[in-house]
């Protein structure tokens, strides 16, 4: 048996594709033209807008856990296991939170580009 080494093709192969643009080249061109400076900027509002959303939102979800303790009687001094429920509430209960709101904000961001590559012309 021969060894064969197997390497990526070469530059000249990659851009010869049927005289199509690169991803990049035509991302380039729809930002340098003024329609795609707006759908740029337009993108940049969207993915802010959302990361503030997420951000607020499990911020105000985080805050929620205490003011429960306080505002429920009783709530505070039950131990689950010889472990606070607070504790419980805030160890255990959190990461489903982060998660879910990972989870909700990738899917969002990336649909908001996809947008965005429809609008501009990327495929």
Same mark, same amino acid.
């Given at each position: ?26 991302? #380039?061109? =729809?930002?340098?033209? #003024? ?15 959302? =990361? %503030? ?10 805050? @929620?856990?205490? %003011? ?5 009687? /009783?709530? =505070?001094?039950?131990?689950?296991? /010889?472990?606070?429920? /607070?504790? %419980? ?20 961001? @990336?649909?908001? #580009? ?10």
């Amino acid at each position: 048996m021969t060894r064969v080494r197997v390497t990526a093709p070469s530059a000249a192969a990659r851009t010869a594709v049927h005289g199509a643009p690169r991803p990049f080249e035509s991302r #380039e061109a =729809a930002q340098d033209s #003024e329609v795609g400076q707006v759908f740029v900027r337009s993108l940049i509002r969207s993915q802010l807008r959302l =990361a %503030l959303v997420v951000a607020a939102g499990f911020l105000l979800i985080l805050a @929620a856990f205490p %003011l429960t303790l306080v505002l429920v009687p /009783g709530l =505070a001094d039950t131990t689950i296991a /010889g472990i606070p429920f /607070g504790w %419980l509430l805030l160890g255990v209960g959190i990461y489903p939170v982060i998660g879910l709101g990972a989870w909700l904000y990738v899917r969002t961001a @990336a649909r908001n #580009e996809a947008r965005y590559r429809d609008l501009a012309g990327d495929q």
